[in-house]
């Protein structure tokens, strides 16, 4: 969430709500999708994700579970809350959904209650301090053997050089953080320090900038 407060990105998520699919969702929807593919759902499981924003990648997952499966969602803007449900109604997803409205970093979930659990662009908006803490409540929630799948903007790779699309990212985002509110982080670095054991690695770009897709499992 950057380091505005959660107060002020709730209000500007909830601002861009009806016309986030416009501004972001059409850079981004092919590498969220690839990380679907990855995570790799199944009929009657039980999943969460965090961050739903429009509900795009929740019409996925609810399709995917199937009647025998549920699909939970916690986003911080009621704005985007409101989107979403309205979307998986329209689809007749209802009954097999359970969207809140919440903060990460203090999951409203039990333990050991979700065999699966995704974030698409959501855990680069973090300050990068409270990222551990988001993956420590992933892996409270998760069944174990459980199974997070990961799709983020990432730092570069080692050898490689920025883009400079890239770089004037990420000096907007030192600069102006209510602007440019993600960051790219290490997320495989990231992930292992949770305790996670990476099962898949999937290298992508948006606009020259890199994404990194990331399946791994509780250890």
Same mark, same amino acid.
């Given at each position: 969430?950057?380091?505005?407060?959660?107060?002020?990105?709730?209000?500007?998520?909830?601002?861009?709500? &009806?016309?986030?699919? %416009?501004?972001?969702? @059409?850079? =981004?929807?092919?590498?969220?999708?690839?990380?679907?593919?990855?995570?790799?759902? $199944?009929?009657? =499981?039980?999943?969460? #994700?965090?961050?739903?924003?429009?509900?795009?990648?929740?019409? &996925? %997952?609810?399709?995917?579970?199937?009647?025998?499966?549920?699909?939970?969602?916690?986003?911080?803007?009621?704005?985007? $809350?409101?989107?979403?449900?309205?979307?998986?109604?329209?689809?007749?997803?209802?009954?097999?959904?359970? %969207?809140?409205?919440?903060?990460?970093?203090?999951?409203?979930? #039990?333990?050991?209650?979700? *065999?699966?659990?995704? @974030?698409?662009? !959501?855990?680069?908006?973090?300050?990068? $301090? *409270?990222?551990?803490? +988001?993956?420590?409540?992933?892996?409270? /929630? %998760?069944?174990?053997?459980?199974?997070?799948?990961?799709?983020?903007?990432? !730092?570069?790779?080692?050898?490689?050089?920025?883009?400079?699309? #890239?770089?004037?990212?990420?000096?907007? &985002? =030192?600069?102006?953080?209510?602007?440019?509110?993600?960051?790219?982080?290490?997320? +495989?670095?990231?992930?292992? =320090? @949770?305790?996670?054991?990476? $099962?898949?690695?999937?290298?992508?770009?948006?606009?020259?900038?890199? +994404?990194?897709?990331? +399946?791994?499992? /509780?250890?």
């Amino acid at each position: 969430m950057s380091e505005a407060t959660p107060a002020t990105n709730q209000s500007f998520y909830d601002r861009i709500s &009806h016309a986030y699919d %416009l501004i972001s969702d @059409a850079g =981004e929807h092919k590498a969220r999708e690839r990380g679907e593919q990855a995570l790799d759902v $199944q009929e009657g =499981e039980c999943v969460l #994700e965090i961050g739903y924003g429009t509900g795009n990648t929740m019409i &996925h %997952l609810a399709a995917a579970v199937g009647e025998s499966g549920t699909v939970s969602g916690i986003d911080v803007s009621t704005g985007m $809350q409101k989107v979403a449900i309205k979307k998986l109604t329209a689809k007749g997803f209802a009954d097999r959904i359970d %969207l809140g409205v919440g903060d990460a970093r203090k999951l409203p979930y #039990e333990d050991n209650h979700f *065999d699966a659990v995704f @974030a698409s662009f !959501t855990l680069e908006l973090f300050p990068l $301090q *409270d990222i551990p803490a +988001v993956l420590a409540e992933v892996v409270r /929630v %998760l069944k174990p053997g459980g199974r997070m799948g990961v799709v983020s903007m990432a !730092t570069v790779l080692e050898g490689q050089k920025s883009s400079g699309l #890239e770089k004037t990212y990420v000096w907007m &985002h =030192e600069h102006f953080p209510h602007i440019v509110d993600c960051q790219p982080i290490d997320v +495989v670095k990231l992930v292992e =320090e @949770a305790g996670f054991s990476i $099962q898949q690695k999937v290298e992508m770009a948006i606009w020259t900038m890199p +994404v990194r897709c990331v +399946v791994a499992t /509780v250890c």
